[in-house]
Nanobody, 123 residues
Framework: QVQLVESGGGLVQAGGSLRLTCAAS????????VGWFRRAPGKERNFVAI????????HYIDSVKGRFTISRDHAKNAAYLQMDSLKPEDTAVYYC????????????????WGPGTQVTVSP
């Protein structure tokens, strides 16, 4: 059973950057699509970005387009979320998860989740 762990979160000023890493152990997620999600304070967990197995399909929510970049490295069994031009409204716990479902933005189709990493953006 694959286990996921996120890292790279922290406190940053508005306009700054962070790079989140999703590392897999106990198995590989190289056959799965990888999604990044976030849960802001007092809100539900929502989809942020997705990358398919071959990186042929990449999708973002509108609010992060042009600022966030999702990528993956099969050799390292890892996925990344580069976050630039961060805004206070990006403050949230960020999670990575994997799915083999074609419904890539449906949170309910994701099988394995990491524990999350906190991202805090100060004004």
């Amino acid at each position: 059973q694959v286990q996921l762990v996120e890292s790279g979160g922290g406190l940053v000023q508005a306009g700054g950057s962070l790079r989140l890493t999703c590392a897999a152990s106990g198995g590989t997620f190289n056959n799965d699509a990888v999604g990044w999600f976030r849960r802001a304070p007092g809100k539900e967990r929502n989809f942020v970005a997705i990358i398919t197995r071959t990186s042929a399909v990449i999708h973002y929510i509108d609010s992060v387009k042009g600022r966030f970049t999702i990528s993956r490295d099969h050799a390292k069994n890892a996925a990344y979320l580069q976050m630039d031009s961060l805004k206070p409204e990006d403050t949230a716990v960020y999670y990575c998860a994997v799915t083999t479902s074609p419904y890539l933005t449906d949170i309910n189709t994701y099988d394995y989740w990491g524990p999350g990493t906190q991202v805090t953006v100060s004004p």
